[in-house]
């Protein structure tokens, strides 16, 4: 069974960086489309970023130019650079198996870690 543990959240200024890391257990390879999540109060969640094998990354037009996900064996990170009060939320980690072409929406991944929450003041 694999399993998603979060971690590198916390509190930043606008204009700082955080690297956000997702350790998974249990057997996890290419095959699986893995993807970081937000959720801000009020606000339903929200894809940021993408990572599959053989699929170029992907990431929502809001993180563009400041995010960059990666992965390495089965783990998956998301640096983030010059961070807005609006990327406020609690960050989740997420995998499926299959390509991440067809998985787009929170719904479709079954495979979740706990979140971890990032909070970026003026």
């Known amino acids: 069974q694999v399993q998603l543990v979060e971690s590198g959240g916390g509190s930043v200024q606008e204009g700082g960086s955080l690297r956000l890391s997702c350790a998974a257990s249990?057997?996890?390879?290419?095959?699986?489309?893995m993807a970081w999540f937000r959720q801000a109060p009020g606000n339903e969640r929200e894809v940021v970023a993408k990572?599959?094998?053989?699929?170029a990354a992907r990431y929502a037009d809001a993180v563009k130019g400041r995010f960059t996900i990666s992965r390495d064996s089965a783990n998956l990170y998301l640096e983030m650079n010059g961070l807005k009060r609006e990327d406020t939320a609690m960050y989740y980690c997420?995998?499926?198996?299959?390509?991440?072409?067809?998985?787009?929406?929170?719904?479709?991944?079954?495979?979740w870690g706990q979140g971890t929450q990032v909070t970026v003041s003026s």
């Open positions: 997420a995998a499926e198996l299959g390509y991440c072409a067809n998985v787009r929406t929170a719904g479709e991944f079954r495979i």
């Open positions: 249990g057997y996890i390879n290419r095959g699986y489309c």
């Open positions: 990572s599959g094998g053989g699929y």
